[in-house]
Structures are given as structure tokens and as C-alpha cells.
């Protein structure tokens, strides 16, 4: 008995958490596109590196490292110098600007 108790339990919760599940669709009732996907994520915190690349080339500051965050649509921004050491978990949320040693901006990436 106790079997079948646990059985039909385990269905029943399969259940549940199926209806739960679906599919991206428009109000049309059409999939939606994965640049409609990509589109509703603007503004969600996470970081568009293209927004931060006018810093290339610039001299690294805090007034600059504040722009290309908010420009990227970052949260969080560091900056990191060649002989820097880095952890290397993936976020993302966190514009890095890479520098040279004279603070140049080499590269923005997210990440």
C-alpha cells in the first residue's frame, strides 16, 4: 500500500509541475522570436557589451567606468590591469573594462 501511496503521489506532482510549464508566445498566440526574447530582456540588469565599446581606447576613470555601466545596462563594473588578478566566475550582470598599464581601456567585455 505504502508503494501505491508514493505512486500516486509522484504522478500527481508531475502533474502540477507540467501545467506549470510552457512555451514563449505573443499575444497572437505565436512562439515568439528570439529577438522579441532578447528585446523584452533590455533592461534587466544584464550587460550589452556593445554599449560599453566607445570606452576602447580612453583613459580609465571612475566618471568613465560609471557611464559604461549604466550605457552597457550593467549592475556591476571593475576595471582590471594586466598584472590583475581575477576570479573567474561568469556574471551576467558585470561590464570588466580591460586596461593597459598606462589605464588605457583595451577591451570591454561582460562577464
Known amino acids: 500500500m505504502p508503494c501505491t501511496r508514493f505512486t500516486l503521489l509522484a504522478l500527481a506532482s508531475f502533474a502540477l509541475l507540467s501545467g506549470c510549464a510552457g512555451s514563449s508566445t505573443d499575444t497572437a498566440g505565436q512562439p515568439a522570436s528570439s ?17 560599453a565599446q566607445y570606452t576602447v581606447g580612453q583613459v580609465s576613470s571612475q566618471a568613465l567606468l560609471d557611464q ?9 563594473a571593475r576595471v582590471l590591469g594586466p598584472r590583475d588578478m581575477i576570479t573567474m566566475d561568469y556574471r551576467s ?19
Open 35 to 51: 529577438a522579441q526574447a532578447s528585446a523584452s530582456n533590455a533592461g534587466d540588469g544584464r550587460c550589452n557589451a556593445p554599449g
Open 68 to 76: 559604461a555601466r549604466v550605457r552597457s545596462g550593467s549592475q556591476v
Open 93 to 111: 550582470d558585470r561590464l570588466t573594462l580591460y586596461v593597459d598599464d598606462a589605464g588605457k581601456v583595451l577591451r570591454a567585455n561582460c562577464g
